[in-house]
């Protein structure tokens, strides 16, 4: 784990001599290294100190990695002013720094920490680099909402240590089973996944990020709080079993309420933060049946939203480069202006609603098998869930690809080989993981 928080750290002096892309090819080349040291001879792979990786840190570290890779890949406009490019790679790199920490974290404090630190960064680019005067009202929305969530958690932690003596994940064996701790504990990890009725300040951070902002954000960010529930239900299993069926219910029928308002956004950015939310509130669902597939499901079904999501927001910065505007009633009649776009809009549209080969599909399947068995009653709110998921992506790919161009004039536009190359990094993983997929189900 130390190597790679050296490189990281010793990627920020050659931010400073200006070297954009060497740092973008150095970051790829450490995916490449993390990648080839996947290990499964034991339950934690590189234990330095207070650091170690199991499946779940291995996968949401890659997935980290990969999103911020791409992130400099998508912010050609940052490149061009000299200054703020240099502080644009510093922030994303402290970004990493916290993110890599707070998943290899193997002790609940330690990964609290690094959980908030990683919220400075994130704010720093949604103001830093936002595109509206708003974006100064989404930061703080996001800061508040998290904050606000977080520091019961600090008491709880201390309350739990005082009771266990230790807050290593591996040695956090007693069970806490007052409804208050409970709440106490997991409600950051629900603002930040984010559940329905706390999920306000995703649309609004998304809306005003910059494209780097967004991808994070959805990629990775909300990811923190899955991997937070998850780490955190071994201890409240039995209270759990009793209390948890109302978070569900919530999250699902949540789902079915974002993703019709899905269907009436005119914003493709905003869109997609909602059709997250609806995302997110499946995984946690499944997440909260306790189950060996809900588990599992809920892994695969974050890293496929976090390169799914991330992708559709670089879709919507290239067009949104291009015209100069997000809205859907502008945004018509792509395929005759950039046909080769449409190709990638029909892509991950179609992962983005759990068509094959995509790895959202497994998830889904694994989390609706899981919901399935946890209570029959789930089928109608699943089925209008998937019903929905199907028809927001159609309506975001036939309003914005389909129609008449604005201006009335027909030509033709292929965009550039950066594009693509983002493009196809999102996509390739999402599809082709399908074939590894066992691999998921092997962390518990």
């Avoid at 960064?121 to 949604?126: K, S």
């Avoid at 079993?241 to 493709?268: A, E, H, P, T, W």
């Avoid at 202006?337 to 992962?351: A, D, G, K």
Wanted: charged letters at 5%.
């Amino acid at each position: 784990m130390m190597k790679f928080i050296m490189v990281l750290l010793m990627l920020m002096p050659l931010v400073f001599i200006n070297q954009y892309w060497l740092v973008q090819f150095v970051w790829m080349l450490v995916v490449m290294l993390f990648l080839s040291m996947f290990s499964f001879n034991y339950m934690y792979m590189y234990i330095s100190y207070i650091f170690g990786a199991d499946l779940i840190s291995y996968l949401m570290i890659l997935l980290s990695l990969w999103i911020c890779s791409l992130m400099i890949l998508a912010s050609q406009k940052v490149y061009y002013s000299r200054f703020w490019s240099q502080m644009f790679m510093f922030v994303i790199i402290c970004l990493m720094l916290s993110l890599f920490l707070a998943f290899s974290a193997i002790n609940l404090f330690v990964f609290y920490v690094f959980f908030e630190a990683s919220l400075i960064p994130t704010l720093m680019l949604i103001v830093g680099w936002g595109y509206q005067p708003e974006r100064l009202q989404a930061g703080i929305y996001m800061l508040f909402y998290t904050v606000f969530a977080s520091l019961p958690m600090m008491i709880a932690i201390f309350y739990y240590l005082n009771k266990n003596d230790s807050l290593d994940f591996n040695f956090m064996g007693m069970e806490l089973g007052e409804v208050v701790l409970y709440l106490c504990m997991n409600m950051v990890f629900y603002v930040k996944i984010p559940m329905f009725f706390v999920h306000l300040w995703l649309p609004k951070a998304h809306v005003e990020a910059p494209v780097s902002g967004s991808m994070i954000l959805a990629g990775v960010m909300l990811k923190l709080g899955g991997y937070g529930l998850m780490r955190m239900m071994m201890v409240f299993i039995t209270l759990g079993l009793k209390i948890n069926y109302f978070f569900i219910g919530l999250s699902i029928i949540g789902g079915i309420m974002v993703s019709l308002i899905c269907l009436r956004q005119s914003d493709i950015k905003s869109l997609i933060a909602y059709s997250s939310v609806a995302h997110m509130g499946l995984t946690m669902s499944g997440i909260l049946t306790l189950s060996y597939w809900g588990m599992s499901g809920a892994l695969i079904m974050m890293v496929a939203h976090g390169l799914c999501s991330s992708g559709l927001f670089c879709l919507a910065n290239v067009n949104y480069e291009r015209l100069g505007s997000r809205s859907l009633y502008l945004n018509k009649g792509l395929i005759n202006i950039i046909p080769s776009l449409s190709l990638w809009w029909f892509l991950l549209s179609s992962s983005n609603m759990a068509a094959p080969p995509s790895l959202n599909l497994m998830g889904e399947i694994m989390l609706i098998n899981s919901l399935m068995s946890y209570d029959s009653f789930n089928m109608l709110a699943l089925m209008l869930l998937s019903f929905f998921g199907a028809a927001y992506s159609l309506y975001l790919y036939s309003y914005s690809q389909h129609g008449k161009v604005y201006t009335g004039l027909y030509s033709f536009s292929s965009g550039n080989v950066r594009e693509y190359l983002l493009m196809l990094l999102h996509w390739l993983p999402l599809n082709m993981l399908v074939l590894k997929g066992e691999l998921m189900c092997l962390w518990v």
